[in-house]
């Protein structure tokens, strides 16, 4: 009787094991279906071009993927209180994707820093033939070498200063303000040139220093300074000009490297096609956007002299030149 009993328990576990468990997916060769739920995270509102952006690319990579792939979108700083921390996230898996400025990747990825140099870009055509070529792609793919993959450069935008002290038109009139910047040498080295005092800081922290007065002002594209109502803290707005500022969206390299191949050539066929999208909105509202400031009681002060600002951050402009290679600074300049 024992032994019929074990017969018949063998028997049913060899019938159970060719049965098999179901997987979604391609069953007749056993392949499973990659399914995956991510994280993308901004530090911006969901006004902000950079949010708008990252949903976008969500809606698309979850329509052509059927649904097999979801992105939510954590806007604000929800993930994390400064980029650094994101970027650090990224690099650890914790965080999936994100969408954001340059500035902080020079310390990670230092080949990045080049983007920040003073006065290096001429304007929108010349931003968008470097960095949708090869330069640009260079400046992506170096990025892994940090546990980051670059997908494609989106956009913040022309950086411009903002102050509640005194209307700043010269570089002189910069000079003895506090001036909150981005954790970036390139960054800082410029403000100091011009005379002014860089104070690095993590951009939840911003609003609270400049109303608190720890700062004088502060430098960003003018859809950050709409967007995080910058006008309630600060009283002058001028058109400086003197960066232009990539936002890459970036993706944990430990995620993409799971990813099939199929996927991950969705994710940056469809980064690149959302980049014109993503950065027609910031260029076509930003003169609404100026005139809303306006009316809100910001100074707007358009006729800096845009020759000073940049003679006066030339050495800055110098110093990275030499660190990069001038054959590098000049493919930037060069290209046409």
């Given at each position: 009787?024992?032994?019929?009993?074990?017969?018949?328990?063998?028997?049913?576990?060899?019938?159970?094991?060719?049965?098999?468990?179901?997987?979604?997916?391609?069953?007749?060769?056993?392949?499973?279906?990659?399914?995956?739920?991510?994280?993308?995270?901004?530090?911006?509102?969901?006004?902000?071009?950079?949010t708008q952006g990252a949903q976008k690319f969500a809606d698309l990579i979850k329509e052509r993927s059927s649904g097999r792939i979801q992105i939510t979108v954590y806007p604000d700083g929800q993930l994390g209180k400064g980029e650094r921390e994101l970027l650090e996230a990224l690099q650890q898996g914790t965080v999936d994707l994100y969408a954001g400025s340059t500035g902080p990747i020079g310390g990670f990825s230092p080949s990045m820093l080049i983007v920040d140099i003073p006065f290096?870009?001429?304007?929108?055509?010349?931003?968008?033939k470097v960095l949708d070529g090869p330069i640009g792609k260079q400046l992506l793919d170096?990025?892994?070498k940090a546990n980051l993959k670059g997908l494609a450069f989106w956009e913040n935008g022309f950086r411009n200063l903002t102050n509640s002290k005194r209307p700043v038109k010269l570089p002189e009139d910069a000079k003895g303000l506090k001036i909150r910047t981005m954790e970036n040498k390139v960054h800082i080295t410029a403000w100091k040139e011009v005379g002014a005092i860089p104070t690095?800081?993590?951009?939840?922290?911003?609003?609270?220093?400049?109303?608190?007065k720890v700062a004088d002002g502060q430098e960003n594209p003018?859809?950050?300074?709409?967007?995080?109502?910058?006008?309630e803290v600060q009283s002058y707005l001028s058109m400086t000009q003197h960066v232009y500022s990539p936002a890459p969206i970036i993706m944990s390299l430990k995620k993409w490297q799971v990813m099939p191949k199929e996927d991950q050539d969705l994710f940056i066929k469809t980064a690149l096609?959302?980049?014109?999208?993503?950065?027609?909105l910031g260029r076509d509202s930003e003169e609404k956007m100026l005139a809303d400031l306006a009316q809100k009681n910001m100074s707007i002060v358009r006729d800096v002299d845009k020759a000073a600002w940049q003679k006066a951050m030339q050495p800055a402009f110098e110093e990275f030149s030499k660190q990069f290679g001038k054959d590098k600074i000049d493919a930037i300049l060069q290209t046409k």
């Open positions: 009787m024992r032994l019929r009993l074990v017969v018949l328990l063998t028997l049913l576990v060899f019938a159970l094991a060719g049965c098999g468990g179901k997987e979604s997916g391609n069953q007749a060769s056993g392949k499973q279906e990659f399914k995956a739920q991510y994280k993308i995270a901004t530090m911006t509102p969901a006004s902000h071009m950079y290096l870009f001429r304007d929108y055509t010349h931003v968008d170096d990025m892994e690095p800081m993590a951009w939840a922290e911003v609003y609270g220093a400049l109303q608190q003018v859809a950050v300074i709409s967007t995080s109502k910058l006008n096609e959302v980049a014109p999208w993503q950065r027609k």
